[in-house]
């Protein structure tokens, strides 16, 4: 199938995106594979954006979600309390704070990740009685206001109709090529009274910048950035809505950095299942939140949070990280052999754990890989401030012998694209 019915194109708007790359009428998927509706298949690269970074309907989370609707459990409660949520809470705090002596309070702040973001913004500002906060080129932190505020791309910021305020952009780590010292301009405006750089509440950032072109922060770059605001009394939010729940390897993206931000955003992947859900962890002193002072009618969404009590069994150990780790090692090195392959088209390959890239001089070249992989069998967006580099994501579960050919496609998608 390669048009699609006339409904999508005549009553669904225009701001409709994914379907324009891939024009098909998706119908099933089951772990790393999704079907349309005449039975052709894809191997899914693309993970629901980072959403499904345990597959699709993984039988793991299928069974007690089913389970749980059959026995008529409570499917909408606010933020009632509920045996779903303290299922969640309590092997939340198990499996994944504890280890990690992350003494955090928990916040559903609604489904989304740019509700967590806001829920984040928010309490930094309620919490100093600063109004600035800090985000960084290429950043991206969702569509609603606040969250936009701090998101780099010209294209998504435009579509807010208003001017968004109260936000400074810095550099990401390597934005000037090594030219500068870390964080020298930052620094000295905070330091120099006549800078016009009023003391932000908050510093808010992506360890790797997924939408923004995977942008991979140094360790010590993020260290560099904790200290900075440790010093200057300035909160730390890291948004790991993308790259959180293993996707880079561990379940936070900072671990690896040995760093413990003030705040942190999550959801994508923490219902495991795609099921709406998002989570908002800070430091127990910064819970200053008056009853239902910022709240949302979707905060607590049960069948979310069965399947996320059921994800958490894969942090049980350190199997899934270690599988995240090999994989990931593997796309490098076919990435690897295409960046040898085509280096006289400029092309360079970016990433870590399972979020990968690989992008060429020309940025035309992303878009036409993307069309070619999905002609043969393959889901892979784009991403970067232009569309250029190839973002591959596929599930953290994925079988062997599907990211094998999963990369087979991708090389031949690739080599179609660049010599043609």
Known sequence: MTDLPPVFTTLESEVRGYCRTWPTVFDQARGSRVYDADGRSWVDFFAGAGA????????????????????????????????????????????????????YKVQFP????????????????????????????????????????????SMKRAGAGIPLV?????????????????????ESLLEDSGSGLNKPAAVIVE??????????????????LAELCKRHDILLIVDDVQMGCGRTGPFFSFEAAGITPDIVCLSKSISGYGLPMAVTLFRRELDVWSPGEHNGTFRGYNPAFVTATAALDYWRDD???????????????????????????????????????????????????????????????????????????????????????????????VRAAARG
């Open 52 to 103: 499904l970074n345990y597959g699709h309907n993984n039988p793991r989370m299928k069974r007690p979600l089913l389970a749980y609707l059959e026995r008529d459990g409570l499917t909408h409660a606010l933020d009632m309390a509920t045996q779903a949520k303290q299922a969640f809470l309590e092997t939340f705090d198990e499996v994944v704070l504890k280890p990690r002596a992350l003494d």
């Open 110 to 153: 609604g489904p989304t990740g740019t509700n967590a973001v806001e829920a984040a913004l928010k309490l930094a500002r309620k919490v100093t009685g600063r109004e600035a906060v800090v985000g960084f080129t290429n950043a991206f932190h969702g569509m609603t206001l606040g969250a936009l505020a701090v998101t780099g791309n």
């Open 166 to 186: 109260h936000a400074t952009p810095m550099p990401y780590d390597n934005y000037l090529g090594g030219r500068t010292p870390d964080f020298l301009w930052f």
């Open 207 to 224: 360890t790797v910048q997924g939408e923004g072109g995977i942008n991979v922060a140094r360790a010590e770059w993020l260290r560099g």
């Open 319 to 413: 199997a899934l990280e270690k599988d995240v780790f090999a994989s990931g090692e593997q796309i490098g090195r076919v990435l690897g052999d295409l960046v040898d392959e085509f280096a006289g088209l400029g092309a360079e390959q970016r990433g870590v754990g399972l979020v990968r890239g690989l992008t060429f001089e020309d940025p035309d070249t992303a878009d036409r890989i993307s069309a070619e992989a999905f002609r043969r069998g393959l889901l892979v967006e784009t991403s970067g401030p232009r569309g250029e580099v190839v973002k591959l994501m596929p599930p953290l579960t994925i079988a062997q012998d599907e990211l094998d050919e999963g990369l087979d496609l991708f090389t031949s998608a």
